[in-house]
């Protein structure tokens, strides 16, 4: 299979390296130093569940190189959808399929606006690195804790989605089909935004913040009020999935940090709009008080901007 991988940062690099040498054509579109160092050396992930792994592939900031592909990878951050997306048509023919791996919600439906819902899966991802150098991935979350669930957008493109859990099966990763992608989308933003949140205004670890009551009070309200814009947009998001997502961090290892946490800390920008702003934007369009999340992206908003700025 012939696949691209738009966005070669510590999701997609991860992936690519997990891919190699399963007899697929990929190659990595990134930007910048990153993609001139993926050229050259290779991609170089520092892993404490699977050790040091390095793997030399074809990488390119130009798509119109690669050509038409069976699957696109899209691991791009969430604010650079407006150039990526509409970047990758040299990538897409009448059969690829575009499965995207982002934070947050709403990124199906940018896709599917740009290239058709029949194109697109859509993918929840707990697991992957980040990115702490050019060409080089650090990366932390025990291999068990790692979950890929994805599923298509349109009913009809479910044998696509089949055949991207079996390319993305032997990564080790547990990946599962799941029929509503749109509610997985949503559990994930239930803890992710939630995590996020908490990790990015205490600035320390899951690990340090969840055995203190007033922050793992302040996870529990950002869960809940996540749970309620969901039901709100008409998903199917029962009490024992907000218990389970409550009990997450638990679930964590001692050095687990949010992407956007480690964004914070790097001083560059993050995916607060797809994130906490989608839940604040949907809450207020359905009338909800959700005073913790509001609080959370006021804050984050302000230090995004300085981060853009």
Known sequence: MRIAIVGAGGVGAYLGVLLAGQNHQITLIDRGEHVKALARDGVHITSRARGELRAKLPATSDPASVGEVDLVLYCVKTYHNAEAIPSMRPLVGPETRILTLQNGVGNVEQLAEAYGARAVLGAALTGGGTRVA???????????????ELGALDPASRPAAEAAVAVLQPTGLTVRLVEDIQRTLWIKVLAMASLASVGCLT??????????????GLYASLVTEAAAVGRAEGLDIDDA?????????????????????????????MEVEAVQGEVVRRGAKHGLSIPSFEAAYGVLALLNSRAQA
Do not use: F, N, Y
């Open 134 to 148: 050019p060409g080089k991935i650090d990366h932390v979350l025990p291999v068990e804790s790692e979950v890929l």
């Open 203 to 216: 600035r320390v670890g899951t690990a340090d913040w969840r055995e203190h009551p007033g922050t793992r």
């Open 241 to 269: 999935t907000v218990t389970q997502m409550l009990g997450q961090p638990d679930r964590l290892g001692p050095a687990h940090r949010t992407s956007m946490a480690a964004d914070l800390e790097r001083g560059v920008p």
